[in-house]
């Protein structure tokens, strides 16, 4: 599942892997912002929570949240760098965002203000791969001609990232134009490349993801409003399950994460936006829902909701840090077997070289148990 800021936070990422979702990235977080976080153990919710110094968790994980990719917004090695090493032993890679257009992001010298930049690409890509134990990706979109995205992907190739997710579209366009498949299939036909390339744009059902790496020839897919519109679309039987469904387990996960309810209620009503379900009148409800137990009466959850038996979790930030460091190391031994499996995972790929949507697939995977169902 591709990065999505607001909609890619924990209980997604959940619900995507769950549905049979090999790497569900991160929204884009801003290094400094990261940097500024403190790390809490929150052994109520059985998650680690980065905690920003206004209390909001800017970054929650957990032990299913399996080669968790965290995607970085810089414009600088040293942040970038400062930031990665703070997370580092709760993450499985780290992703920077290259493709980003939004006005934020490029007067701050980030998202897709870097593709004009090839020194600074090198720069962040080489000093976080020389000083981070985990595999590092970025995530493109196309230039304006083949040969200078050709050119581009080799000199991020040189880098020794371990793979490259291509935005099948330029940085004017936006998500209603459509994406240039026919592009990186040329791309790829006219260009190889050591590294695994990820395809994506306009990515909505399983036939399209036969498709795309069909034509494109590309290893992986990476999809993002498709995935709002229908998570199951990872499944590996591709089987659909309708978007009420989805919408009934997504709460119930999040209200497990003990997730904000705003960010709930914001991730519901982009699901019915993509399945174009916003004139029903469970739809004008959920517009203007104040409370996770009124969406839950709206989704006919209200058995649920009874059942769920933990009330919200605001972290307690730890006062002692030595304490906080020592749970740190003891946490980091089962981390450090989750990040070393991706790594050889994405190493064993390359070698392989086949085209393949499992590609970054953990060796755990099958060993996951499942989350619980609500009866
Ligand atoms: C709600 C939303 C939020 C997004 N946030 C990010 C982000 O944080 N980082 C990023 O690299 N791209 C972000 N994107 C772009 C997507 O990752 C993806 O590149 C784009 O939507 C094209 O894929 P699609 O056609 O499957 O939607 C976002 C897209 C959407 C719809």
Not at 22 to 31: C, K, M, V
Not at 179 to 189: C, E, G, K, Q
Not at 331 to 340: C, L, V
């Amino acid at each position: 599942m591709a990065p999505m800021v607001r909609v890619s936070t924990l209980p997604m990422r959940l619900l995507a892997l769950r549905q049979g979702c090999d790497i569900a990235y991160s929204e884009e977080l801003i290094d400094v912002k990261l940097s500024s976080t403190k790390r809490v153990v929150n052994e109520k919710l059985n998650t680690i929570d980065y905690i920003s110094k206004d209390r909001a968790v800017v970054y929650r994980t957990c032990e299913q949240d399996r080669n968790n990719v965290l995607q970085l917004g810089t414009a600088s090695s040293v942040s970038a760098l400062k930031a990665a090493q703070h997370v580092v032993n709760d993450i499985c890679a780290i992703d920077i965002n290259m493709g980003c257009p939004k006005f934020f992001s490029v007067q701050g010298g980030m998202g897709s203000a870097l593709l004009s930049k090839p020194e600074t690409i090198k720069d962040i890509l080489t000093t976080l791969i020389r000083n981070l134990p985990v595999p590092v990706t970025c995530k493109i979109r196309l230039l304006k001609t083949d040969q200078e995205t050709i050119d581009l992907l080799k000199i991020i190739e040189s880098t020794g990232v371990s793979a490259i997710g291509v935005h099948m579209r330029e940085i004017p366009e936006r998500p209603k134009d459509p994406a240039h498949w026919d592009r990186l299939a040329t791309i790829l036909a006219n260009s190889s490349y050591s590294v695994p390339i990820i395809a994506n744009g306009d990515i909505y059902t399983h036939q399209d993801i036969d498709n795309v790496l069909n034509q494109t020839k590309a290893n992986s897919v990476m999809i993002a409003r498709g995935a709002i519109r229908n998570v199951s679309v990872f499944s590996k039987d591709k089987s659909l399950k309708s978007f009420h469904q989805i919408i009934q387990d997504y709460i119930q996960i999040a209200y497990e994460k003990d997730n904000l309810f705003p960010n709930t209620k914001y991730v519901v009503n982009q699901i019915l936006n993509e399945n174009d379900e916003t004139k029903t009148e469970k739809a004008r409800q959920t517009s203007v829902v104040k409370s996770m137990k009124d969406l839950c009466t709206i989704w006919e959850m209200t058995n649920q909701y009874e059942q769920f038996l933990n009330p919200p979790t605001i972290p307690i930030l730890m006062e002692n840090q030595e304490e906080n460091d020592q749970t740190k190391s003891e946490e980091s031994s089962s981390t450090t077997t989750k990040k070393h499996t991706i790594d050889e995972t994405i190493q064993e790929n390359i070698k392989t070289k086949e085209p393949s949507i499992k590609r970054f697939k953990s060796k755990e995977e099958d060993q996951e148990p499942p989350l619980p169902s609500i009866s």
